[in-house]
């Protein structure tokens, strides 16, 4: 790897690591406020609006942002990036809707779930204009964007509770946080940096040409069934959770996945910092850079996670404890299963940046479909049995399953491009 490359990827991740940390511990810290000034019950709620919202949002992204990163030769202008994203928006908030209300009779549980489909259109969207700086390197702005949105909706949150005692007040608050930022930040931001790196095109405004949609949504489409697969892999076993065992083990149950999960954040910032870099060295036939780069990234991802089992292991009950209430003391071994399968998990998102940057993204569907699969069948079976511990189980399994098609695909993207450049030679 060049110095110039590494000045570049450090430059990069360092704009936009403080960014993802806050945002991930400001996430984290919201279900750790609710669990604190609420019941489990509540904490339940806010999770199943997570586990509705999030993967509907997801897949409404359709991967945009990561094809864009691909995309060197600017095939698409990014008015065309953005009239998808504001189409899949409204498509997304439609079918939260129409999900929620088969999902719960609770009409204040549907409120929350309803209130918390409008923040992720917003997060859609602010996501998109993300894809503009990631695009142009200017990783910095997506750091401080993170830095402002995550703060902000952590303290109108607990603000929103304390004050009134109700959900749907405290997700007001996160509503109007991520609105103020997007307004008052990302739009004059992005605007900016569209007329200053791409003079000749229309700010931000939507292009809505069908044909360059239509083509574009082809493109995305194996990213886009990739992620619903891969939602189904992520969300069914909380989703499950509250099927087989109530909102009650739902909460428990998120509240501990969140601090599993709190590194995912942290490795995402990494993988965009080294996306355009991968995307490049593949394009260019640096094979041999691509890989030193995607691998040292992968060893350092497993050697801290085995650093956090081992913590877990000596520590977790104490841990729980101390974070959340007597409540979730006992579910120690739960934790520990969740961070080994969030350990696959991470090695499984750095080698997806890879195939990304290889444009392998037909195979990132195989991967979501091997790890849906497994998700149907253990969730199926594990949890009704076995309880949270089953769930946690069945985590492992599915992010296990994740790594492993994910490494497989990896090993033959790099394959055929080695032959592919003797060929040419």
């Known amino acids: ?42 904490v339940g709620t806010y999770a199943l609006a997570q586990a509705i919202c999030i993967p509907l949002s997801e897949i409404g992204k359709m991967s945009l942002r990561e094809v864009r990163s691909s995309d060197t030769r600017d095939l698409f202008p990014f008015g065309t990036y ?18 929620g209300g088969f999902q719960s009779e609770n009409p204040q549980v549907f409120m929350v779930i309803a209130i918390y489909a409008l923040i992720r259109c917003v997060e859609m969207l602010s996501d998109m204009i993300y894809g503009l700086f990631q695009a142009q390197e200017r990783m910095e702005y997506i750091g401080r964007s993170l830095c402002l949105v995550g703060p902000l909706s952590l303290l109108l949150l607990a603000a ?22 997007f307004l008052f930040y990302d739009l004059p931001n992005g605007r900016q940096r569209m007329s200053e790196g791409f003079p000749g095109q229309e700010g931000l405004a939507p292009d809505w040409n069908p044909g360059m949609l239509y083509r574009l949504a082809r493109l995305a489409l194996p990213l886009t069934f990739a992620t619903l697969l891969i939602m189904i892999a992520q969300h069914l076993p909380r989703v499950a959770v509250e099927h087989f065992l109530g909102l009650s083990a739902l909460g428990l149950f998120a509240a501990i996945m969140s601090m599993a999960m709190a590194p995912d954040r942290l490795i995402q910032s990494l993988g965009v910092a080294i996306s355009v870099q991968l995307a490049r060295m593949f394009a260019d036939g640096n094979l041999r850079r691509f890989v030193i780069l995607l691998g040292s990234v992968l060893v350092a991802v497993l050697l801290c996670g085995l650093a956090g089992i081992a913590v877990c292991f000596v520590l977790g009950e104490t841990i729980l404890r101390t974070v959340y209430t007597e409540a979730y003391a006992d579910q120690s071994p739960l934790l520990i299963m969740l961070v080994a399968a969030v350990c696959f998990r991470l090695m499984a998102n750095v080698l997806k940046f890879g195939l990304i940057a290889a444009q392998r993204f037909w195979w990132l569907t195989l991967q979501s479909a091997v790890s849906a ?3 149907i069948g253990a969730c199926a079976v594990l949890i009704p049995h076995r309880g949270l511990q089953g769930a946690g189980l069945a985590v492992l399994m599915i992010f296990s399953a994740q790594f492993i098609t994910s490494f497989l695909g990896m090993i033959i993207a790099l394959f055929i491009a080695q032959r592919s450049l003797r060929v040419r030679q």
Not at 8 to 30: C, D, E, Q, T, Y
Not at 82 to 99: E, P, Q, S
């Open 1 to 42: 790897m060049s110095m110039e490359t590494s000045a570049g990827i450090g430059r990069n991740f360092r704009a936009i690591f403080v960014g993802k940390f806050i945002a991930a511990l400001s996430m984290w810290l919201a279900i750790m406020i609710l669990a604190k000034m609420s019941d489990l019950a509540t």
């Open 82 to 99: 953005v009239g998808l994203r504001i189409l899949t928006a409204g498509g997304v908030f439609a079918a939260v809707v129409i999900v």
């Open 160 to 181: 929103g509770y304390a004050m009134s005692g109700s959900l749907i007040v405290a997700v007001l608050g996160q509503l109007v946080a991520h609105l103020s930022v």
């Open 373 to 375: 699969a497994v998700a």
